[in-house]
């Protein structure tokens, strides 16, 4: 009796466990110097604000820089990029646009940001990379 117990939560906790996985970031372009690079994975609902589902600090000392995510859970996420370059935490817009270096997923784009052009998909089984090009004030 105590086996068939076990057996059977041991198959209802495998079945609803999700499997994570890994996303590996490239991002080019990043201006070397003061402040950190902010990289998050967000969900549809979270495009565009502050924090991610899976976020990431990184300092701003090469070009290119790689930022890994573990146990991610599969989904369709954007990966937004801010060099936070003042250091203060938030990324700061002026009253003409960015005052910091950004970058999403899906390359740069005429108008606003959408997350359909943005996204990635998470896949089980998979590592998923994604590349961002930043972008910054003139």
């Not at 203060?88 to 817009?93: H, L, N, Q």
């Amino acid at each position: 009796m105590k086996l068939l117990l076990s057996l059977t939560a041991a198959a209802v906790l495998a079945s609803g466990a999700a499997i994570a996985e890994e996303v590996s970031v490239t991002i080019d372009g990043v201006q070397q110097g003061p402040g950190s690079v902010l990289v998050a994975l967000q969900t549809e609902d979270q495009f565009l604000a502050k924090e991610g589902e899976y976020t990431e600090t990184v300092t701003a000392d090469s070009e290119s820089v790689e930022v890994m995510f573990q146990d991610v859970e599969p989904g369709t996420y954007a990966v937004a990029v801010v060099h936070d370059e003042d250091g203060d935490g938030d990324f700061t817009v002026g009253d003409t646009g960015p005052m910091e270096g950004w970058g999403l997923s899906g390359g740069m784009m005429a108008g606003a940001p959408e997350f359909a052009s943005s996204s990635i998909e998470v896949m089980e089984g998979e590592t998923t990379e994604a590349s961002v090009t930043m972008s910054y004030p003139m």
